[in-house]
């Protein structure tokens, strides 16, 4: 039976715009009837890849997602001696291995795919090694079989395996994440507000007044509720059966959920929240998110606490209907009891007996 490790959790963020639409305002969403505040997923799963847990623990085991493999190759050739025209053909031909490369630039003769590839560390190494042959004058296989040189199902990138990544032109070797990660929205109803703003000219002379700059920017600030969702045995398959690389995975994805927001305007509101409740559940049942809790928007203060009640009397009315859908659990609920480091065991925990 597979294995799923669920996280809830609870995160006031003051004023501030971490995650931007296309106008410049936090994103939002309208949820029972009710305008909330939104972080997207994507934005999520960006700043959980770019914090200092995965980096830091996992600098060797992350991929990387880019359409500019060809220049990195042609770059890596000529740093080893290559005329530039032969590590053009050589990168040409590799760089087509994750998606179709544009037509080359006028001015720089460079070329970027048409595919936003995430590359695992193990396939970035086998394209260097495979455009070096080239160079060489090897004569390589026929398309097919040179993605088969390359391409993996499963590796050592612990994102690729979290988050999963789809090739287009190689849909054999796409990636199904083992980690879901819900859009956050406020558990109350919140809206972007406005703030105009102007900046003095330093140089200025006593006797000259207003401003020399005018602006506007927008802020939003709520209590969100996230939710994540592991398959824990999906999880390890993705890393080819290493269940401790799964393991330091998904405590660095533990201990960043609880400290991590998307970067975001960060310069000008200084946002670093802390997951005020968070909720770890494990167990063999499907899974279920409690964004139902939030339909009714939380109106009464204190909004924190409140919606710490609606989430657990939800989560006991669901289980009340369908049976319990965890056989295991742990909670941090600041002021009330747990702490981060009791999360991230029952985290690993629960991946290394899945």
């Not at 040189?149 to 988050?163: K, N, P, Q, S, T």
């Not at 559940?281 to 009640?309: H, I, M, Y």
């Not at 289980?319 to 009891?337: M, S």
Request: charged share 25%; glycine share 8%.
């Amino acid at each position: 039976m597979t294995t799923f490790l669920q996280f809830h959790l609870l995160t006031t963020y003051g004023p501030s715009n971490p995650n931007r639409d296309d106008q410049g305002r936090p994103k939002q969403a309208t949820v029972g009837g009710a305008p909330r505040l939104r972080m997207s997923s994507q934005s999520v799963k960006r700043a959980l890849r770019e914090s200092a847990f995965f980096a830091l623990d996992l600098a060797d085991h992350e991929g990387k997602r880019t359409k500019r493999l060809y220049q990195n190759l042609v770059e890596y050739l000529v740093g080893k001696g290559v005329s530039e025209d032969k590590a053009r053909t050589a990168a040409d031909q590799v760089a087509a291995i994750f998606g179709k490369l544009e037509a080359p630039s006028k001015e720089t003769k460079d070329r970027i795919s048409t595919t936003l590839a995430f590359i695992s560390p193990d396939e970035w190494k086998l394209a260097e090694e495979l455009v070096e042959k080239i160079a060489a004058g090897e004569e390589v296989p026929a398309e097919k079989e040179l993605k088969k040189l390359v391409l993996r199902r499963a590796d050592g990138a612990i994102d690729i395996a979290m988050f999963g990544r789809m090739l287009a032109d190689s849909p054999d070797y796409n990636r199904d994440a083992a980690v879901q990660v819900a859009h956050a929205i406020t558990t109350h109803q919140a809206q972007s507000e406005e703030d105009w703003f102007s900046a003095v000219d330093d140089l200025n002379k006593s006797e000259e007044t207003g401003a020399g700059h005018l602006g506007e920017t927008f802020f939003g600030s709520g209590v969100y509720y996230q939710y994540v969702c592991v398959n824990c045995d999906l999880l390890i398959s993705n890393l080819a059966g290493d269940r401790e690389l799964a393991v330091k995975g998904i405590e660095a994805l533990a201990s960043a959920l609880a400290r991590t927001a998307p970067k975001g305007k960060q310069n000008s509101f200084a946002h670093h929240p802390l997951a005020h409740y968070i909720l770890a559940e494990a167990g063999t049942q499907a899974p279920r998110d409690l964004s139902g809790a939030f339909f009714s928007p939380v109106k009464a203060q204190p909004l924190l606490e409140k919606s710490v009640e609606a989430l657990e009397k939800t989560r006991k009315e669901i289980d009340a209907a369908y049976g319990k859908v965890w056989k295991a659990e742990q909670k941090l609920h600041v002021g009330k009891g747990g702490t981060l480091d009791e999360i991230t065991a029952f985290a690993g925990a629960t991946v290394r007996g899945a």
